[in-house]
T-cell receptor, first 109, second 119 residues
Framework: RKEVEQDPGPFNVPEGATVAFNCTYSNSASQSFFWYRQDCRKEPKLLMSVYSSGNEDGRFTAQLNRASQYISLLIRDSKLSDSATYLCVAATNAGKSTFGDGTTLTVKP | GAGVSQSPSNKVTEKGKDVELRCDPISGHTALYWYRQSLGQGLEFLIYFQGNSAPDKSGLPSDRFSAERTGGSVSTLTIQRTQQEDSAVYLC?????????????????FGPGTRLLVL
């Protein structure tokens, strides 16, 4: 079993749809959590950090449930430009980061 | 300011040859990571440097792989006797790590990667 697991998708949604991605982690020592976005043939870039209280950045909302070791990302009002692969990351206090394999999103007109 | 840079951007080599990949992290970042990504796959952790601590080498796939970080800055990933299955994009990332009094690892900034093809 992988240390960070994501539904690989692909998720194909129309513009304007709301889509949610889920991620689970197995290392209970994980303390920091992030969502990264990776476009085709590009390097990953930070989308947002994930805090216990949940956090929102425009159309994006991230949630963390430490008891269930579960992280989520919600995208509202999807845009064509949201098409990408979304990577879930769990990191320990020692700095070791583990990436999920990613969930692919395609937003269609 | 300058981001993470990697060189070369592309490398084609013959099976059995050695290759060296270079990473220049963001100035002041104490943490440096190497990952490997095969086509259509996720990121595979290779090695992690944090300040002057011993590196976490737990992700290196074989003893043909090694990495150094000189002076806490530039890092070199060396692959000896390359095999065709080593073909992938090798990504380097840096972060502030645990510096500056923080207790949690920070955002990783990735370089553009080196695309390695072993023929």
């Amino acid at each position: 079993r992988k240390e960070v697991e994501q539904d690989p998708g692909p998720f194909n949604v129309p513009e304007g749809a709301t889509v949610a991605f889920n991620c689970t982690y197995s290392n209970s020592a994980s303390q920091s959590f992030f969502w990264y976005r990776q476009d085709c043939r590009k390097e990953p870039k930070l989308l947002m950090s994930v805090y216990s209280s949940g956090n929102e950045d425009g159309r994006f909302t991230a949630q963390l449930n430490r008891a269930s070791q579960y992280i989520s990302l919600l995208i509202r009002d999807s845009k064509l430009s949201d098409s990408a692969t979304y990577l879930c990351v769990a990191a320990t206090n020692a700095g070791k980061s583990t990436f999920g394999d990613g969930t692919t999103l395609t937003v269609k007109p | 300011g300058a981001g993470v840079s990697q060189s070369p951007s592309n490398k084609v080599t013959e099976k059995g040859k050695d290759v060296e990949l270079r990473c220049d992290p963001i100035s002041g970042h104490t943490a440096l990571y190497w990952y490997r990504q095969s086509l259509g796959q996720g990121l595979e952790f290779l090695i992690y440097f944090q300040g002057n601590s011993a590196p976490d080498k737990s992700g290196l796939p074989s003893d043909r792989f090694s990495a150094e970080r000189t002076g806490g800055s530039v890092s070199t990933l060396t692959i000896q006797r390359t095999q065709q299955e080593d073909s992938a994009v090798y990504l380097c990332a840096s972060s502030l790590g645990l510096a500056g009094g923080t207790t949690l690892p920070g955002t990783q900034y990735f370089g553009p990667g080196t695309r390695l093809l072993v023929l």
